[in-house]
């Protein structure tokens, strides 16, 4: 009996022991860390800031687009810059995804990112970690929260047109459905009600909540979680047929300061897109962070800041995989 009781603990504890060892699921982003270019390339980050504080300074919702491009490139392969990949040879370009075309935009400042620390240090930073820096300067120049960038991406060799139309949400997908996406990516509802606190800043198309205003189920009636008088002057711009690529601000309320007046409107019923609203209607957790964030900024920004580090983690390219592209639009030769 004794015998078998130490042997039980003996288990237990070599379990305990080798535990570590097994965090080693996809998401191995322990291989990034703050200070990767700070010998081969010191003036990076300095760099990457100047360039997205001059584009933010000369159009605001660049600040926007800039953090969006990381998501949309995280959640397809990984952080690998795949989003950034033009056509060519076996290369199908994300850009023509459904959540991409005619939306996904700051292509041109990032290749302007990358002009400049080609010359200088060649070929030294990835594209891949251009975007994640570009991000957290977006936020932080839009007067969000600010955080270390852990680094170390390489770029991919390839893209991924079904990866972008299938693993990135849709405004009109359910609760469920937004929530599986993020966990495919290792991400919990904590960070899907943080992140989705992006659209306190930036644009949405008319075509991407439409739906909402006059057939949300396919019964003819709008979207009755929305405030009626809002959507009475969504309609105003955003008709039954037509005007597609009409823009709205996801925050009317503050549309390009990074804040939590984002939640203070889905508690009002006045979130732009479905998959805003849903955060607070469909899921009893989710509902209680729309809530406290809400309530304290704070909060909102120390978790906005971890689930970006925790995005920008998903299975990134280190060591000799992938490699670093002299250019973001094309795999080297
Ligand atoms: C939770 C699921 C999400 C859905 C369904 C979603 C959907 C959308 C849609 C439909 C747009 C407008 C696109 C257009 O009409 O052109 C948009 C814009 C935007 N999204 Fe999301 N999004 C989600 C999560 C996120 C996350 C996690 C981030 C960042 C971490 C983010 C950042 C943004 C930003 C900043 C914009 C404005 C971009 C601009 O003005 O150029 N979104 N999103
Ligand atoms: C969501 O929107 C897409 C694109 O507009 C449409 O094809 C699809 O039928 C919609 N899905 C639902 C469940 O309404
Ligand atoms: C609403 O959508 C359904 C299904 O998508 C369609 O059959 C119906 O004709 C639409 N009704 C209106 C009034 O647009």
Redesign the pocket.
């Known amino acids: 009996m004794a015998q078998s009781i130490s042997i039980v603990l003996v288990l237990a504890l070599a379990l305990l022991a080798f535990a570590p060892l097994c965090f080693c699921g996809k998401t191995n982003g322990g291989y990034l860390y703050p200070q990767f270019y700070d010998r081969s390339c010191p003036k990076a980050q300095e760099i990457v800031n100047s360039i997205v504080a001059k584009a933010v300074a000369k159009e605001a ?1 660049m600040a ?2 800039l ?2 491009l ?2 949309h490139d995280c959640f397809v392969k990984g952080c690998d810059a795949s989003i950034l990949l033009d056509s060519s040879g076996s290369i199908i370009t994300e850009k023509r995804s459904n ?1 991409n075309r ?2 996904a ?2 292509f041109e400042v990032i290749d302007e990112i990358k002009s400049a620390l080609e010359k200088e240090c060649p070929q030294t930073v990835s594209c891949a970690d251009i975007m994640a820096l570009a ?1 957290r300067d977006s936020t932080v120049i839009a007067g969000g929260p600010s955080w270390e960038v852990p680094l170390g991406r390489r770029d991919s060799r390839g893209a991924s047109l079904s990866g972008s139309n299938n693993n ?4 009109n ?1 359910t609760f469920q459905t ?1 929530l599986t996406k ?1 966990k495919l990516q290792g991400l919990n509802v904590v960070d ?1 009600v943080a ?2 606190g ?2 306190t ?5 008319c ?2 909540f439409r739906q909402r205003l006059y057939n949300q189920s396919g019964n003819g009636k709008p979207d009755f979680s929305l405030q009626q008088s809002f959507a009475a002057q969504l309609r105003n711009r955003c008709p039954r047929s037509g005007g597609d690529q009409n823009l709205f601000f ?1 925050d009317f309320v503050s549309p390009t300061k990074f804040d939590n007046s984002y939640f203070k409107n889905i508690l009002a019923s006045k979130g732009l ?1 479905s ?1 805003d609203q849903v955060l607070l209607t469909k899921n009893e957790a989710s509902m209680e962070l729309v809530k406290k964030y809400a309530e304290n900024n704070e909060l909102f920004f120390v978790q906005f800041a971890k689930s ?1 580090v925790k ?1 920008g983690n998903i299975s990134p390219l280190t060591g000799y995989r992938g490699e670093i592209r002299k250019s973001c639009r094309k795999i080297n030769a």
């Open positions: 919702r926007a687009s953090l969006r990381h998501f959540p005619n939306s935009r700051g991000a990135i949400p849709a405004p997908n937004i993020f899907l992140l989705s992006s659209h800043i930036g644009n949405a198309r075509t991407s996801l897109l998959s970006m995005m």
